[in-house]
C-alpha cells in the first residue's frame, strides 16, 4: 500500500477492506502502534475523512455514512482513558459535518464495527491496522478485499497476507483473490470519479 502511493506520488490515501456494502478505512496503516498513535493528527483525520467521504460519493452512495472509531478504550471515555479521542478525532468529525460530510464519532470501536455489520454505517474509519483488520476478518473471512483508496489507478487485492508458510504445499484457498478480481472489476468503470473526488481532498486543511 505504502510503496504504490509513493510510486505513484499519492499523499492523500487508506488501506480499505471491503466486504459486501461496508468499506473500513485506516487512519493509518503498517507501522508500530506507537508509531500509529503518533500519527493520528488532525490534518490526517481530516483528510481520510474526506477521502472517505470522496470515495462514496464517486460510488453514487444515496447517502453515505462515515462512523470514525475511538482510538482508546470507550473512545476515551471523557478523557479517562487518554485524550487523543476529545482532542483529535472529535473536533476533526465536527470539521467534517461542518463541511457537510455525515460523519460521527469517535465511537467505541467495539460498538462501531458491529453497528457496521448490521447496516447503520457503510463506510468506517479505523484508527489502526488491527483495529480494523481484526474484527473484520473475525466477520468476513476470506470474503473480503483490500483496496487502496486515493491512487490514480485501481488497486484491489486480497485481504490476507502473503501466507509464505503455505506456499507449494497446494492447500491455499482462492476465495479472496476472485472477489479481488470481481471488485476491481465492478470499481474500474466509475474509478476515474474516485480519483476525481481523491484529488480534491484540501491537504492543507
Known sequence: TELLAHEFGVQNF???????DLYLFHLTTHVSLRQAI?????????????LAAAFGKALDREHPRIGLAGLNP????????????ADVLAPAVARAQARG??????IAADALIPQAVRGKWNLVIACYHDQGHAPFKAVYGDDGVNITVGLPVVRVSVDHGTAFD??????????????AIERAAELAPGWHHVWDQARQVDLSS
Open 166 to 179: 503455505i506456499a507449494g504445499k497446494g492447500i491455499a484457498r482462492e476465495g479472496s483473490l476472485v472477489l
Open 38 to 50: 503518533e500519527d493520528i493528527t488532525p490534518q490526517r483525520t481530516d483528510n481520510v475523512i474526506a
Open 14 to 20: 487508506s488501506l480499505v477492506l471491503g466486504a459486501g
Open 101 to 106: 460530510i455525515d460523519a460521527h464519532g469517535p
Open 74 to 85: 470507550h473512545a476515551g471515555e471523557n478523557r479517562l482513558f487518554g485524550d487523543e479521542d
